[in-house]
């Protein structure tokens, strides 16, 4: 079975930066498209960035200029960087991947940017 497991969330600074992975359990160019998402209490949960097989990238508005993705393909990692920080960009950060016609979630990693 397929997995999808994320690491790197935590409590950082407003103003501060945190790099997120998502580790595949398979070769990531099995994947369509793979990327992070976020839900904070109350809210849906919304794209933060994504990453097709072809290399092409997409923002959420809310992040964009702060965010990048990036993948390593030896590892079968797909990364998040995020710098200068807010408060409301606290949330489980999500990583999912769309395998197939399947759509596969990680369980979520906590990010509380205090301040």
């Known amino acids: 079975q397929v997995r999808l497991v994320e690491s790197g969330g935590g409590l950082v600074q407003a103003g501060g930066s945190l790099r997120l992975s998502c580790a595949a359990s398979?070769?990531?160019?099995?994947?369509?498209?793979m990327g992070w998402y976020r839900q904070a209490p109350g809210n849906e949960r919304e794209l933060v960035a994504r990453?097709?097989?072809?290399?092409?990238?997409e923002y959420g508005d809310s992040v964009k200029g702060r965010a990048a993705i990036s993948r390593n393909i030896a590892t079968n990692t797909v990364n998040l960087q995020m710098n200068v920080l807010k408060p409301e960009d606290t949330g489980v950060y999500y990583c999912?991947?769309?395998?197939?016609?399947?759509?596969?979630w990680g369980q979520g990693t906590q990010v509380t940017v205090s301040g």
């Open positions: 999912g991947g769309a395998l197939g016609a399947s759509a596969l």
């Open positions: 398979t070769n990531i160019f099995s994947f369509k498209a």
């Open positions: 990453i097709t097989a072809g290399g092409s990238t």
